[in-house]
């Protein structure tokens, strides 16, 4: 029954923010996930880490975004978020959530992001 959703994506002039969820179901993240990460594919483009967080809270971020995009994470809700601010074009891409636990990688089906004027 382990099951990641995102959601919160969609159609957004340049300059403006978004914000991506990763609902976790069947296990809970707090004792369980080791890494908590979001990618982005664009066509033609291959698949890219944009942001990661571990279990002890410390992040990473691509350059492309840092500055930019935070990550974060609600145990009470079991959620995993993308805070996106100050989107660019370049940003346009199908972005998906994965979730490492021991032994298992987790990827949920993804949200589009569009940044268009």
């Known amino acids: 029954q382990v099951q990641l959703v995102e959601s919160g994506g969609g159609l957004v002039q340049p300059g403006g923010s978004l914000r991506l969820s990763c609902v976790a179901s069947?296990?809970?993240?707090?004792?369980?996930?080791?890494?908590m990460t979001w990618y982005r594919q664009a066509p033609g483009k291959e698949r890219e880490l944009v942001a990661l967080?571990?279990?002890?809270?410390?992040?990473n971020y691509a350059d492309s975004v840092k500055g930019r995009f935070t990550i974060s994470r609600d145990y009470a809700k079991n959620t995993v978020y993308l805070q996106m601010n100050g989107l660019e074009p370049e940003d346009t891409a199908l972005y998906y959530c994965k979730i490492v636990i021991p032994g298992r990688t987790y990827w949920g089906q993804g949200t589009q992001v569009t940044v268009s004027s």
């Open positions: 069947g296990f809970t993240l707090k004792n369980t996930a080791i890494a």
């Open positions: 967080i571990t279990s002890s809270g410390a992040t």
